[in-house]
T-cell receptor, first 115, second 115 residues
């Protein structure tokens, strides 16, 4: 069975600085998808960024980028130029190609942004 | 924009009560999911559905059942609520189109307290 681990329950960053959130996963599959979701306080969960395992190039969405290391089974999220609105719970998630839309989530990392 | 709504933001029930959590999506999505979110555990899949009247167990189905009579609506049922079912419940939906780009869209969540 696949598992996703986020070893940082809480992280803090100064506004305008860069922060990296860690995620590791375990799978025997070669093709899958990885996601980072953001859950702001009292607001709905939204997708931040996705990565397809067969793509070597790291995904980027504006200030958000990932460092995808397939051999190490690592999928970290880098947030550049952090803003107050980035404060949220961040979840890493895995989806198998063969198991439909099921997502397996990590434990979450709560990010606070200091002004 | 995709909209996923849940019938209640907060709910307080007594032990032994039958509880219905309703989820509605307005984007004609085939797939719908119910998760529960607990601190330190992330999100765990309870049940999901790929089509009307179809359901599959997730990772923690015990104590829960679901119903999907219409494509847009997915209900989670707690037949006899217990205190260990106190949690945040999140509904999500996704489309089968362009499967590799599938994104799950989440509702705002229902925070259930069982006394």
């Amino acid at each position: 069975a696949q598992t996703v681990t986020q070893s940082q329950p809480e992280m803090s960053v100064q506004e305008a600085e860069t922060v990296t959130l860690s995620c590791t996963y375990d799978t025997s599959e070669s093709d899958y998808y990885l996601f980072w979701y953001k859950q702001p306080p009292s607001r709905q969960m939204i997708l931040v960024i996705r990565q397809e395992a067969y793509k070597q190039q790291n995904a980027t969405e504006n200030r958000f980028s990932v460092n995808f290391q397939k051999a190490a089974k690592s999928f970290s999220l880098k947030i550049s130029d952090s803003q107050l609105g980035d404060a949220a719970m961040y979840f890493c998630a895995y989806r198998s190609v063969n198991q439909g839309g099921k997502l397996i989530f990590g434990q979450g990392t709560e990010l606070s942004v200091k002004p | 924009d995709v909209k996923v709504t849940q019938s209640s933001r907060y709910l307080v029930k007594r032990t032994g009560e039958k509880v219905f959590l309703e989820c509605v999506q307005d984007m004609d999505h085939e797939n719908m999911f119910w998760y529960r979110q607990d601190p330190g555990l992330g999100l765990r899949l309870i049940y999901f559905s790929y089509d009307v009247k179809m359901k599959e167990k997730g990772d923690i189905p015990e104590g829960y059942s679901v119903s999907r009579e219409k494509k847009e609506r997915f209900s989670l049922i707690l037949e006899s609520a217990s205190t260990n079912q106190t949690s945040m419940y999140l509904c999500a939906s996704s489309s089968n189109l362009r499967r590799s780009q599938e994104t799950q869209y989440f509702g705002p969540g229902t925070r259930l307290l069982v006394l």
